[in-house]
């Protein structure tokens, strides 16, 4: 199941469906990731962060995580903190 962060959907998952995965939304964590950015923010950050999703594997999408981080850590750390706390949610595929 993909959704949300939302406390309800995680908790209902397991008794409703048991052993079903949970995936969090990348396009939720996308727009969340929107509060951590000035208005005029550099749009090729969120680009580079979208195309992660592109990957075809795991091993790919971590590798080119670690690289974007590297690259917008310096001028975007908030951003970087609260995507990196919840990324690997979004890698369950």
């Not at 951590?36 to 091993?59: F, M, N, Q, S, V």
Request: hydrophobic share 35%.
């Amino acid at each position: 199941m993909v959704s949300d962060d939302h406390n309800g959907w995680r908790k209902a998952l397991p008794a409703v469906l048991p052993g079903a995965a949970w995936q969090r939304c990348y396009v939720h964590l996308l727009r969340n990731a929107l509060d951590y950015l000035p208005r005029k923010a550099d749009d090729d950050c969120l680009t580079e962060l979208r195309w992660l999703y592109d990957r075809h594997g795991i091993e790919g999408a971590r590798r080119d995580w670690a690289k974007w981080l590297e690259k917008w850590s310096p001028k975007y750390s908030k951003l970087c903190h609260g995507v990196e706390d919840n990324i690997e949610e979004t890698f369950s595929f």
